[in-house]
């Protein structure tokens, strides 16, 4: 297991049966050509996947396009913000590490308040620490996020992983994926009403 802190936090490496399992095509390094968030598996917050311009919470429409200077974001083709701001971050700071003879873990922690071009984005303090633990040839990842600031905050965070079967062509791979809820979106995120 390699766990990135430099580059999102990311797991970059996973071996099962001496077979690395993550897409990740880089040597070690922070140096993050083409996309970054399409390998090993990035953490994307404070938002996961796509927002139309920004969003609305607390009574306030937040719009991350014209938000002015902070945080790089990154847009689709669309041009809307995708992936969140801390998929490549390299604020991340290892807080805990630990072994033993039934497996191993690391955690880091983003202080997100404490840095004004991600609050100049996402107007939320907010602090995550996230586990990376290893044990009985299972991965678990946890995220704690602690709300810093004075009132509440939206939490659309995801994960992406980026997993490979050695020695198997992705043409040959299907998933199948029942479905047996469908979670409906609250207003929380939706465009004000003009």
Do not use: C
């Amino acid at each position: 297991m390699r766990i990135l802190p430099g580059l999102g936090n990311r797991a970059g490496a996973m071996k099962v049966m001496s077979h690395d399992i993550l897409w990740f095509p880089l040597d070690e390094g922070p140096s993050v050509p083409g996309k970054p968030a399409l390998y090993g598996i990035p953490f994307l917050a404070p938002w996961g996947n796509r927002l139309n311009g920004g969003f609305h919470a607390n009574g306030r429409w937040h719009d991350l396009v014209a938000a002015g200077p902070g945080a790089d974001l990154r847009l689709d083709a669309a041009g809307l913000p995708i992936h969140g701001l801390l998929y490549a971050s390299p604020l991340w700071e290892v807080v805990d590490l630990s072994a033993n003879e039934q497996g191993a873990s690391v955690t880091s922690r983003l202080n997100f308040g404490a840095h004004p071009e991600l609050l100049a984005r996402w107007p939320y303090r907010h602090i995550y620490d996230m586990t990376y633990r290893l044990a009985g040839g299972a991965l678990e990842v946890s995220t704690v996020i602690r709300n810093s600031g004075t009132e509440p905050m939206p939490i659309p965070l995801a994960s992406n992983p980026y997993f490979v079967l050695p020695g198997v062509a992705r043409d040959d791979v299907s998933v199948r994926l029942p479905a047996g809820a469908m979670w409906r979106p609250t207003s929380v995120f939706s465009p004000p009403v003009r």
